[in-house]
């Protein structure tokens, strides 16, 4: 006797087959739809399109190095931010906020400073990994600590193998770190993530040139 899986299995084949031959038969009907288990195939230039919707592509005529402020240190939280304002089309922002915020500065600092200038945004500071998938599916990017809290950069992309990261330090190209080694970094350097709650500009491939 078939298996009640297998007789299910058997009905439904049965079902699509009498379908597809009675609609064949009725004129100006439309082809009945393919068999279950057709393989869609996905070009490769569409698949490249798909993945790099999920990066933020900074235009190079916003991106900042790093700067050293009065007090001698570097400016790498406020230069990730200025990066973040002007991808979220807040270009007098960015500008303002690089004129008047230099040095080195802490979670909480830098919350008293967006709090000062009416910037609303969100952050994590337990290592939150939805978090920073967040920010990503929603195209606002992150500005994170590495380095054990010495250093913070930008997150511009983060799929299952790589994370991508703009560096003010080399702020030309995005550079890209295995995705578990990045985590691995931020975590240990304390998990702090931050992002202005802005608009960011539309995918590439909709903005007409």
Not at 35 to 54: E, M, Y
Not at 106 to 124: N, S
Not at 128 to 139: H, K, P, V, Y
Request: with cysteine; net charge positive; proline share 5%.
């Amino acid at each position: 006797m078939l298996s009640a899986l297998l007789l299910n299995r058997v009905r439904q084949t049965v079902v699509l087959a009498v379908l597809a031959t009675a609609t064949a038969a009725l004129p100006g009907l439309a082809p009945a739809a393919p068999a279950v288990g057709t393989v869609i195939h996905i070009s490769a230039g569409v698949r490249r399109i798909i993945h790099r919707l999920r990066q933020l592509d900074i235009p190079l005529s916003y991106r900042r190095s790093n700067w050293i402020g009065r007090r001698g240190q570097g400016s790498c939280v406020h230069a990730s931010m200025r990066h973040l304002f002007h991808w979220q089309g807040r270009h007098d922002l960015a500008e303002w906020w690089a004129t008047n915020h230099s040095d080195g500065e802490t979670a909480e600092g830098l919350a008293a400073k967006l709090d000062r200038a009416q910037v609303r945004y969100a952050e994590t500071r337990n290592g939150d990994e939805a978090f920073l998938e967040w920010t990503i599916r929603t195209r606002r990017g992150a500005a994170v600590v590495v380095q054990n809290g010495a250093h913070m950069v930008n997150l511009v992309g983060l799929d299952r193998q790589y994370a991508h990261i703009l560096d003010s330090n080399a702020p030309q190209r995005v550079q890209q770190r295995p995705r578990g080694e990045f985590l691995n970094d931020w975590k240990r350097s304390g998990g702090w993530a931050v992002t202005p709650l802005g608009t960011p500009a539309p995918p590439d491939p909709w903005i007409v040139k």
